[in-house]
């Protein structure tokens, strides 16, 4: 019997489920049923998640991504990922846009950032999670070391709120993906990590995140969507979304939140 070969795209694997569907066992018609009407819940749920969901066994779920052509659940599950991801126009395209409308003037874009700006923090004065901000401070304050990553836009923050930390006097490590080492070993029990990480999300900080919820170690995730990457009991999510202008996206809020959290913490700690 010839190999299935695997869905390469969302629209592949939805067209293979519906060709399967009728022909499956009951158990594993009832993973295509769920997963055809939820097919982007696959990006940020595991195993047991899913297949509690569905009402059937983990082993069915793994045997049904087999069946569809999947070595297992995880390729899946990068499939969803890679496909659903948000396409954003390219730094090219966004200043041809702005051209075009006529808001390419210093005086014009720097009067947008500033409204943009100003409707992101107070969105954020008025949607802030109070319980899980003060969790996340004394998660920190308690905290040995803190690890601080954010790649690409989130790497303005994450260096930021590193440099807080230090003028603080609150041990930290900032990690970077230099020669793609992660310095995931330098995690120990005690320590805290804070990821930041915006959709379409950071490969390399969602590893480091999800390795500190393996070990066990407190992650407190700044992100800017309530669907979250990774899931687990050690997360703190604090969720920040910024208004952008012409498809660019400052950080006002995200900063201003990291701050917040490196003061309160270092006031918390001084305790």
């Given at each position: ?27 594993l018609r009832q993973c ?240």
């Amino acid at each position: 019997m010839d190999e299935v070969r695997s869905p390469e795209n969302l629209e592949e694997l939805t067209d293979r489920i519906a060709q399967l569907q009728q022909t499956l066992p009951k158990r594993l018609r009832q993973c295509a049923d769920y997963i055809l009407q939820n097919t982007h819940e696959i990006a940020f749920s595991t195993v047991a998640e899913i297949s509690e969901r569905a009402n059937v066994q983990p082993s069915a779920v793994m045997r049904f991504c087999q069946v569809i052509g999947f070595g297992g659940y995880t390729d899946m599950q990068k499939l969803v990922r890679q496909t659903i991801q948000p396409k954003m126009p390219d730094y090219n395209e966004r200043i041809q846009n702005l051209r075009e409308s006529g808001d390419d003037s210093p005086t014009a874009i720097l009067a947008e950032f500033v409204e943009a700006g100003r409707k992101s923090l107070e969105q954020l004065s008025a949607t802030v999670n109070e319980a899980s901000l003060e969790q996340a401070v004394e998660t920190l304050a308690q905290a040995q070391l803190i690890h601080v990553v954010g790649m690409r836009r989130a790497y303005p923050v994450a260096s930021y709120l590193s440099y807080a930390f230090e003028k603080l006097h609150i041990p930290s490590v900032l990690h970077g993906g230099g020669g793609r080492l992660t310095h995931a070993e330098a995690m120990r029990e005690g320590d805290a990590l804070v990821a930041i990480t915006f959709a379409p999300y950071s490969p390399e900080t969602i590893a480091l995140a999800d390795e500190a919820v393996s070990r066990g170690l407190p992650v407190i995730l700044m992100s800017d969507t309530p669907s979250l990457p990774i899931k687990g009991t050690s997360l703190v999510p604090l969720i920040v979304s910024e208004i952008d202008f012409g498809a660019f996206r400052s950080l006002s809020a995200t900063l201003s939140l990291a701050i917040s959290l490196a003061v309160a913490t270092g006031a918390r700690r001084s305790q």
